[in-house]
């Protein structure tokens, strides 16, 4: 057996898809093998996540590399990379506070996955495999933005993100396949309305529209005019991120000039439902408006996945009260938000034994790591959502799971439309 014991832990300063700074972290072990992660950062946070560490100019992060260099190297020295679940609890309690505010979750995030990609190393294995621990392997469902908005687009659409899902794909190469078709279907609306101003933070389209509802009609003549029936083959996604525009129970839409109390928002988006083949929402209400997660779930959880992102930030003990609550169905997992895999992965446990849907999610700011690729596949986490269909640290992920399928080769499945939950939880 490889002597799996953490000899150095290295942080480095790297750059992120928006030319910001971001942590890399390298783990080498004693038998020689090293694992490597970068951490990603968000432009919409959810005001409980844990903490992005800065620097007093609000956009470097030497503070926390030199964590990286210091206490964390010290803590993990000595450690079994193999026994995840202790190098992240030491991480925990090396940082001491409830949103990794002194070491930060850009630095405990970084080397969390790099201590995973580094027991994997030591084992001959892919992550993927390494996380499966011999479970048959199923390729996610991806989620695929097609125009940008909100934070990704200088608030030109209060909506931020408007997707496709392939529900009519039977692998993740078609799926993908389909979705490209889309996507340059809806480039084309765009530049035949002389309205083609280039791409969001993320790669999907610069959202040139009227109205919010208008980016959803526009995404429907896409889907048909890249040859699919709307809603049977593919079916649309919305990140409403209504954190960003409402609080307090007060909802500001600055395209379409309107504020809404709670129900309102609520009737707003229940309205597009009626209207448009949308199968999943995520955060239809803001992340303090408890009482309208309750209502909008109650209302239509039996028919679209009800997606907790700024509202749960990736915690167990968030996910737990929704679970009570009955606020949502469905968790979107980042990494960073709690800043550890181990606190990650209960998360996305608890969501799936209330039979809710789990999707891996990337970040706006992103770089060529792979690794919640690997989390998705490995944990079979049923769903992922890494950005649009353009830009290398969104391709880098979509092209990885393609290799993976590849790598499975007949033994590959693909979650498709099973993955979705449509059931009030």
Request: some cysteine.
């Amino acid at each position: 057996m490889p002597d799996t014991t953490i000899i150095k832990t290295l942080g480095r300063r790297v750059w992120d898809s928006r030319g910001r700074p971001t942590v890399e972290a390298d783990i080498e072990l004693a038998c020689g093998a090293r694992g490597r992660a970068i951490a990603p950062a968000g432009a919409s946070r959810g005001a409980r996540e844990a903490v992005d560490l800065r620097d007093s100019d609000g956009m470097g992060v030497e503070a926390a590399i030199a964590n990286v260099n210091g206490p964390i190297a010290g803590a993990l020295a000595g450690m079994d990379v193999d026994r995840q679940e202790d190098i992240d609890h030491a991480l925990i309690a090396l940082d001491g506070t409830p949103n990794k505010a002194r070491l930060g979750a850009n630095a405990t995030v970084a080397v969390s996955l790099a201590a995973l990609h580094a027991a994997a190393r030591a084992q001959g294995l892919p992550v993927f495999r390494y996380l499966a621990e011999g479970r048959a392997i199923r390729l996610p469902l991806p989620e695929i933005q097609i125009f940008g908005g909100g934070a990704h687009a200088g608030r030109r659409i209060d909506i931020q993100d408007l997707m496709v899902m392939a529900l009519a794909a039977t692998s993740f190469d078609e799926a993908l396949e389909m979705t490209a078709r889309v996507y340059h279907a809806a480039g084309e609306l765009m530049r035949d309305a002389g309205k083609l101003r280039g791409v969001a933070d993320e790669g999907g389209w610069w959202p040139e529209f009227a109205s919010n509802e208008e980016a959803i009609e526009t995404l429907v003549r896409a889907i048909a005019r890249a040859g699919f029936v709307p809603g049977d083959e593919v079916a649309i996604s919305l990140d409403i991120a209504a954190s960003e525009f409402g609080a307090r129970g007060r909802y500001r839409l600055g395209l379409d000039g309107s504020s809404l109390d709670s129900d309102g928002m609520c009737e707003l988006v229940l309205g597009w439902l009626d209207r448009y083949p949308i199968i999943s929402v995520e955060d239809p209400l803001a992340e303090d408006d408890r009482e309208g997660m309750m209502r909008f779930t109650a209302a239509a959880g039996h028919r679209v996945q009800i997606i907790g992102d700024d509202y749960l930030t990736t915690s167990a003990e968030r996910v737990h009260a929704a679970i009570a609550d009955r606020a949502c169905n469905a968790v979107l997992l980042k990494p960073n938000q709690c800043g550890t895999v181990t606190e990650t992965r209960a998360a996305l446990d608890l969501a799936k034994a209330a039979g809710w849907g789990c999707i891996v999610s990337a970040r706006s700011g992103e770089t060529e790591d792979v690794s919640i690729v690997h989390l998705a596949t490995g944990w079979d986490a049923g769903q992922l959502k890494v950005g649009s269909f353009a830009r290398g640290e969104r391709m880098a992920k979509w092209n990885e799971a393609l290799r993976i399928e590849e790598m499975l080769g007949g033994d590959a499945r693909f979650a498709g439309r099973g993955a979705l939950s449509l059931k009030q939880s």
